[in-house]
T-cell receptor, first 113, second 112 residues
Framework: EPEVTQTPSHQVTQMGQEVILRCVPI?????FYWYRQILGQKVEFLVS????????KSEIFDDQFSVERPDGSNFTLKIRSTKLEDSAMYFC???????????FGQGTRLTVV | GEDVEQSLFLSVREGDSSVINCTYT??????LYWYKQEPGAGLQLLTY?????DMKQDQRLTVLLNKKDKHLSLRIADTQTGDSAIYFC????????????FGKGNQVVVIP
């Protein structure tokens, strides 16, 4: 069964460093998303991406964040100058169409120390 | 804006029914979802209900939607140990976007 895969499963980084979280969406999907969940809090929408551009972003997704689809398979989230409060589980998701089911990856746990 | 609330923890004996509740605030919600997260795994869509429905049954799962009170529930019949997980309700508002607003999740522990 096709699935969304995320790497790494756990990343530890020092405050101020840049991290890139990687995702391989399901191959025929057109819409891609990043969500995050800070420990003990809700899963929060960050950004959606379609046709090589951001289609929607939340107030969390500021200039510190960027997304990219560098090739035909990967979808990345870059976080510049990480802060302690960026520590969270980051989920990638993809969907075939706009109003169809979003399939989620298993998440990357980011720990900023 | 959207806001989704869930209670946090439920323990249930194997074979019993479990009910998880959720409230939401956005009256323009079009779809409401239940996701399941097992340890170390991603968010798996269990079921969803369109906002003009009151109830949806899918095998052991029953979703009830009270649109007036903005209350959503998930009933799991004959709960199994494999049902132990965190359950998230989520809503999607309006058309033309795919942003999901999630609750905090409800951890269900099934006792053999």
């Amino acid at each position: 069964e096709p699935e969304v895969t995320q790497t790494p499963s756990h990343q530890v980084t020092q405050m101020g460093q840049e991290v890139i979280l990687r995702c391989v969406p399901i191959s025929n999907h057109l819409y891609f998303y990043w969500y995050r969940q800070i420990l003990g809090q809700k899963v929060e929408f960050l950004v959606s991406f379609y046709n090589n551009e951001i289609s929607e972003k939340s107030e969390i997704f500021d200039d510190q964040f960027s997304v990219e689809r560098p090739d035909g398979s990967n979808f990345t989230l870059k976080i510049r100058s990480t802060k302690l409060e960026d520590s969270a589980m980051y989920f990638c998701a993809s969907s075939a169409q706009l109003n169809t089911e979003a399939f989620f990856g298993q998440g990357t746990r980011l720990t900023v120390v | 804006g959207e806001d989704v609330e869930q209670s946090l923890f439920l323990s249930v004996r194997e074979g019993d029914s479990s009910v998880i509740n959720c409230t939401y605030t956005d009256s323009s919600s079009t779809y409401l979802y239940w996701y399941k997260q097992e340890p170390g795994a991603g968010l798996q869509l269990l079921t969803y209900i369109f906002s003009n429905m009151d109830m949806k049954q899918d095998q052991r799962l029953t979703v009830l939607l009270n649109k007036k009170d903005k209350h959503l529930s998930l009933r799991i019949a004959d709960t199994q140990t494999g049902d132990s997980a965190i359950y998230f309700c989520a809503e999607k508002s309006g058309y033309g976007n795919n942003r999901l607003a999630f609750g905090k999740g409800n951890q269900v522990v099934v006792i053999p």
